[in-house]
């Protein structure tokens, strides 16, 4: 099995348009593009303050080689929205995308390429990635898996919805990190990244609450950076 070629593996979880957050979590990391590797576990947008300041950062990082950047379940009510509409669509208004809207609506202003390049953008993410590393296979995903189905038949909806089905039922040997479930929620007052006894690590760290973090993780060493 090939051996790790990667100084880091790092993953970064979800940022919600905190992106002073971002910036301060991103200067600690210290990432080297040639010989790091990067995932970004989805859900840049929506709730924050800066949200198209995240999603362009996101988008412009995804150009790079050694970088991943998932899709969440807030880039894909956004996809919906412009995309089909209706009741679909109308979900993401009221889940934060008000904010994203706003913002998004004063770029393409600026700039007509906009819509078309952030809409290609989020059609283009993957919903995971999966990993071989030093004979231990990890899965990156923004919500978590169905553990009743193997990975290649996972659904949409659990891919980025899922949660205590997940947390509780998942049995499998690959390493799961994942998003989308504030650790606060699980743990009360808990902005920091949890591992779950059945290999499940949770690196939503509440980045749009008071006193929410964005968290990044290396996966060779399990050191882990946050936001100021």
Request: glycine share 8%; proline share 4%; with cysteine.
């Amino acid at each position: 099995m090939e051996k790790n070629k990667y100084r880091r593996i790092l993953v970064i979880g979800d940022m919600h348009g905190k992106f002073s957050r971002l910036l301060s979590l991103f200067h600690k990391i210290n990432f080297d593009e040639r010989q790091d590797f990067l995932i970004l576990l989805g859900d840049y947008i929506d709730r924050g303050e800066e949200n198209m300041r995240c999603f362009r950062w996101a988008m412009e990082m995804s150009e790079k080689p050694n970088v991943i950047a998932l899709r969440g379940n807030h880039e894909q009510m956004m996809l919906y929205y412009y995309a089909l509409g209706g009741t679909e669509g109308y979900i993401w208004l009221p889940n934060g995308g008000d904010k994203t809207k706003a913002e998004f609506e004063a770029w393409q202003k600026k700039d007509p390429t906009a819509f078309q390049r952030a809409l290609e953008f989020i059609n283009k993410r993957p919903y995971y990635h999966q990993m071989f590393v030093n004979g231990e296979e990890y899965i990156f995903v923004h919500a978590g898996l169905n553990p009743k189905k193997p990975l290649e038949e996972q659904e949409e909806e659990d891919l980025l919805w899922i949660r205590e089905k997940f947390y509780n039922g998942y049995k499998g040997t690959a390493n799961i990190i994942c998003g989308h479930t504030p650790t606060p929620f699980i743990k009360r007052d808990w902005y920091y990244p949890i591992r779950l006894h059945n290999k499940i690590t949770l690196m939503d760290t509440g980045s749009f609450m008071k006193n929410g973090k964005i968290s990044c993780i290396d996966i060779l060493t399990d050191k882990i950076w946050q936001s100021d």
